[in-house]
């Protein structure tokens, strides 16, 4: 078994803010993250599969098609959105990333071929923050 | 020989922005400006690099001491742009399109009130790992 990672990025708009929760409690749990206004990020995505290399072409998947369906189904959803906003995925959810990283694997597990398997994902918000998720198991 | 010496101090802020020019309608801005004119905003991690060449001090065996470097940029930068969306928040940008260009220009002439005049500064901004600027030219 082999596993391959591809990296995709993406630059987003979000906030972290409880509809429930007053503007108080929101900014007393969330700090500046809690802006109205929106902050950004460049957020990293680490896609990771695992499968058994292809006898005639050597590949576990071809990287390039792997790129592809990131790209269809996570990437353009994502890249220069509001992330509270504009992301049908995340509607009424909180715009955390461990709840985007949930979100984001929900979306690819459906294209990812019979062949593999999607073994990870990591999520960067910061080169300094960052998820993972193995799925539900 | 010259004892010039070149010391440098990074720092970052993570802000929402789009880019707009309110002298155009959307569909101009939306031509010219694509998806990074989402009326809802997206965002970055911006990396600043702020440089400073100067004599070493022979007292101190500084150009300038970097803790009170780190601090004019917390101050007079960090605090002002850090988690802020840089269209609505910060007046800097009020009228002015935030674009990468005009940030670094904007970040130099805040710092060079607070820097002395001395030490030659340049400003590099990273907007994304693949796209950054630099003031003075």
Redesign the interface.
């Known amino acids: 078994m082999v596993y391959i990672t591809r990296i995709e990025?993406f630059?987003?708009?979000?906030k972290l803010y409880n509809p429930r929760w007053s503007k108080e409690k929101n900014e007393e749990v969330f700090g500046?993250?809690a802006?109205e206004?929106?902050?950004?990020?460049?957020f990293e995505l680490y896609v990771t599969i695992k499968g058994i290399p292809d006898i005639e072409t050597g590949f576990v998947y071809d990287a390039k098609k792997l790129s592809a369906i990131i790209k269809e189904h996570v990437t353009e959803k994502l890249?220069?959105?509001?992330l509270n906003?504009?992301v049908d995925f995340m509607e009424g959810k909180l715009c955390s990333i461990e709840n985007l990283v949930i979100g984001i694997w929900e979306q690819l597990v459906p294209h990812i071929p019979p062949s593999i398997e999607l073994h990870c994902l990591k999520l960067y918000e910061?080169?300094r923050i960052y998820v993972e998720y193995f799925g539900e198991k | 020989m010259s004892n010039k010496v070149a010391v440098y101090r990074k720092e970052h802020f993570n802000s929402a922005h789009r880019l707009f020019n309110a002298d155009w309608d959307d569909e101009m801005n939306k031509k010219v400006f694509g998806k990074c004119s989402n009326p809802h905003y997206h965002g970055h991690n911006y990396e600043l690099i702020v440089k400073l060449v100067g004599e070493i001090n022979p007292k101190t065996g500084f150009v300038m001491d970097m803790k009170l470097l780190s601090d004019v940029i917390q101050e007079n930068i960090i605090e002002r742009f850090d988690h802020k969306n840089l269209n609505e928040d910060c007046v800097e940008f009020a009228q002015l399109n935030p674009t990468a260009e005009n940030i670094v220009v904007t970040i130099y002439n805040i710092l060079s009130q607070h820097i002395d005049p001395v030490l030659k500064m340049t400003v590099r901004l990273y907007e994304t790992e693949r796209n950054f600027v630099q003031y003075p030219a």
């Not at chain 1, 630059?11 to 979000?14: I, K, T």
Request: proline share 5%.
């Open positions: 990025h630059n987003a708009a979000h500046k993250c802006n206004k929106w902050h950004g990020h460049n890249d220069h959105k509001n906003l504009d910061t080169p």
